[in-house]
């Protein structure tokens, strides 16, 4: 098992001192998903939902959420954030919204944090634009499901519970 790096050898939370780490390109992508009635995501794909443009409001959230990932992850380090992009697809299948948010810098550190944060918070205003219509609504599946850059190099998730609910 790894060494939990933000622990020092007394066991009190630090954050990690990136100073000595190479300056790579970083990219990170997570993904999770909203799950609701049929009927809820049909407010979302024919534009009736009362707050408005759910998935744009979303969008634009995941955005502002992975640049303020810093200041709600007590240990994580400001970034210089390159890029953000945050993809909501309404899926009948789900039934729902699937998030897919990818994050990307080039720094000392890897921007995994800022991408489920990203998700996570497009998720949450999703949930905050419909709880009017549905307060039953699931958001599931937060995962890291690529991590690229630096020294350990790239990691892709299996497919999981998230991925296989698309088949």
């Given at each position: 098992?790894?060494?939990?790096?933000?622990?020092?050898?007394?066991?009190?939370?630090?954050?990690?001192?990136?100073?000595?780490?190479?300056?790579?390109?970083?990219?990170?992508?997570?993904?999770?998903?909203?799950?609701?009635?049929?009927?809820?995501?049909?407010?979302?794909?024919?534009?009736?939902?009362?707050?408005?443009?759910?998935?744009?409001?979303?969008?634009?959230?995941?955005?502002?959420?992975?640049?303020?990932?810093?200041?709600?992850?007590?240990?994580?380090?400001?970034?210089?954030?390159?890029?953000?992009?945050?993809?909501?697809?309404?899926?009948?299948?789900l039934p729902g919204v699937r998030i897919?948010?990818?994050?990307?810098?080039?720094?000392?550190?890897?921007?995994?944090?800022?991408?489920?944060?990203?998700?996570?918070?497009?998720?949450?205003?999703?949930?905050?634009m419909l709880k009017a219509a549905e307060?039953?609504?699931?958001?599931?599946?937060?995962?890291?499901?690529?991590?690229?850059?630096?020294?350990?190099?790239?990691?892709?998730?299996?497919?999981?519970?998230?991925?296989?609910?698309?088949?």
């Open positions: 098992m790894a060494e939990l790096t933000h622990f020092d050898k007394s066991g009190a939370a630090h954050m990690v001192d990136v100073s000595d780490k190479a300056v790579t390109d970083r990219v990170a992508v997570a993904e999770c998903c909203v799950k609701m009635r049929l009927e809820t995501l049909e407010k979302v794909t024919e534009g009736t939902a009362k707050k408005g443009d759910v998935l744009g409001v979303a969008r634009l959230a995941g955005i502002m959420g992975a640049k303020k990932c810093a200041d709600l992850i007590p240990l994580c380090h400001p970034l210089p954030i390159t890029k953000v992009s945050v993809d909501l697809a309404p899926d009948t299948a897919t948010a990818t994050v990307k810098t080039t720094g000392q550190t890897g921007v995994e944090m800022e991408a489920l944060t990203a998700a996570s918070t497009a998720a949450l205003t999703v949930y905050d307060k039953t609504m699931e958001i599931s599946g937060l995962r890291v499901v690529l991590k690229d850059g630096g020294k350990s190099g790239r990691f892709e998730a299996s497919p999981g519970a998230a991925s296989e609910a698309r088949r």
